[in-house]
């Protein structure tokens, strides 16, 4: 079965760039998502890919794709105290009737003024 | 700004109580979704509705009862709850149910059971 793996915890300074990492299990062909979630939220969609794509960007944030190693990482450029928040990568099977999102446990950023 | 609403934002109820909790989207989604959520865990899948019917339960228990009444809209209805059913519950919703399509999740209603 699925599973995404993220380390727990990262802490950065205001203005340096950030970069979180998740490692995933599934052999198929996948939709991997970044979630960000500030207290007391939801969950808000930041961007998504293939698993047939290596990078994408938008504005400050770039998400690259290792397919070998089935390793993903969000890198947040000049990253601001308000970028504090839990980070969940999640993948989904691309199947037509696949319906599981299958969350990582989250990353805590921390951003230090 | 969240495009699926969910009201209330926060609930607390008594366990013989009857609640629901009410979810809305307005981006001609067709798929909608209830997670739960615990303190400092990922969301857990509960329901899913594709097309206005239930499409996946996943082994939830019945006191908590899903009702989709059009495309737009989707409530989860409580019923003799137990104080470990205390969470975050978040609605969610996708132009699919399969495939590419991400889901966009609402803000959530903070339920206490007590």
């Known amino acids: 079965g699925e599973d995404v793996e993220q380390s727990l915890f990262l802490s950065v300074r205001e203005g340096d760039s950030s970069v979180i990492n998740c490692t995933y299990t599934?052999?198929?062909?996948?939709?991997l998502y970044w979630y960000k979630q500030e207290p007391g939220a939801g969950l808000q969609l930041l961007t998504y890919?293939?698993?047939?794509?290596d990078m994408k960007q938008d504005q400050r944030l770039t998400v690259l794709l290792n397919k070998k190693d089935k390793h993903l990482s969000l890198r947040i450029a000049d990253t601001q105290t308000g970028d504090s928040a839990i980070y969940f990568c999640?993948?989904?099977?691309?199947?037509?009737?696949?319906?599981?999102?299958?969350f990582g446990k989250g990353t805590k950023l921390s951003v230090i003024p | 700004d969240t495009e699926v609403t969910q009201t209330p934002k926060h609930l607390v109820m008594g366990m013989t109580n009857k609640k629901s909790l009410k979810c809305e989207q307005h981006?001609?989604?067709?798929?909608m979704y209830w997670y739960k959520q615990k303190a400092k865990k990922p969301p857990e899948l509960m329901f899913v509705?594709?097309?206005?019917?239930?499409?996946i339960n996943e082994s939830v228990p019945s006191r908590f009862s899903p009702e989709c009444p059009n495309s737009s809209l989707l409530n989860l209805h409580l019923h003799a709850l137990q104080p470990e059913d205390s969470a975050l519950y978040l609605c969610?919703?996708?132009?699919?149910?399969?495939?590419?399509?991400?889901?966009?999740f609402g803000n959530g209603t903070r339920l206490t059971v007590t």
């Open positions: 890919i293939f698993s047939n794509m």
């Open positions: 509705y594709s097309y206005e019917k239930l499409s």
């Open positions: 999640a993948e989904k099977d691309s199947g037509a009737g696949s319906y599981q999102l299958t």
């Open positions: 981006m001609g989604h067709r798929a």
């Open positions: 599934d052999s198929s062909s996948t939709y």
């Open positions: 969610a919703s996708s132009q699919e149910a399969g495939g590419s399509s991400p889901l966009h």
